[in-house]
Structures are given as C-alpha cells and as structure tokens.
C-alpha cells in the first residue's frame, strides 16, 4: 500500500513555470510506476505523463512534449512534474497515481493538486 501527497500547485501566468511534487509513503516506491494526471473543470481525468519504476523510461502525453517533464527520487519517495510555458488550457486539478509492477491500473491515487494559468 502507498499513500500519495501532491503539492506545488498554484495560480501563475501564462509562460510561467511549476514544479508539482508527489510525495509516497511506504518503502516499496521503486516498485512502482509513477504517473501524473490531470481534469479540468467538466472534464474527464486525463494522463499526463508516466515515468518507469527507477526513472530509465518516461512517457508524455503529446500536449506537454517539450513543456512537461516528469521525474522521480527513489531516495525521497518522490516523483515530479515539472511544467514550463504554462498555458491557460493546462489548468486542472493534477493528481499523481501509482500503478504496482504487473498491475494493468493505478490503483493509488492523491488528493490532487489545483493549477490555475491565467492569460
């Protein structure tokens, strides 16, 4: 079992940057698949990046290639989401979630973390 606790969220402006942070408690974190999700207002949860259990593979979705980076301290427990050239469409509420080895589904999932991007 892991427990999940984003923060860094925030209101900035657009061509701003954030840095969302995840952190898990438990000493198994390296058994897991870290990823970070977004909804926005009447929306559905989408995917936003994914990162491998010891940080070797990333995956973003295409909307934030170039602008989003995901990453992950196995020492710290943590995962990040760092987030350049903000836009006003990637406001959301960002949750990260982890998905056990073997497993098809993230099964731990946090509070969520509110991103506000004004123009």
């Known amino acids: 079992q892991v427990q999940l606790v984003e923060s860094g969220g925030g209101l900035v402006q657009a061509g701003d940057s954030l840095r969302l942070s995840c952190a898990a408690s438990?000493?198994?974190?390296?058994?897991?698949?870290m990823g970070w999700f977004l909804q926005a207002p009447g929306k559905e949860r989408e995917f936003v990046a994914a990162?491998?259990?010891?940080?070797?593979?990333?995956y973003n979705t295409d909307s934030v290639k170039g602008r989003f980076t995901i990453s992950r301290d196995n020492a710290k427990n943590t995962v990040y989401l760092q987030m350049n050239s903000l836009k006003p469409e990637d406001t959301a509420v960002y949750y990260c979630?982890?998905?056990?080895?073997?497993?098809?589904?993230?099964?731990?999932w946090g509070q969520g973390t509110q991103v506000t991007v004004s123009s």
């Open positions: 979630a982890a998905k056990f080895i073997g497993s098809s589904q993230y099964a731990h």
């Open positions: 438990g000493r198994t974190f390296s058994s897991y698949v």
């Open positions: 990162i491998s259990r010891v940080g070797a593979s990333t």
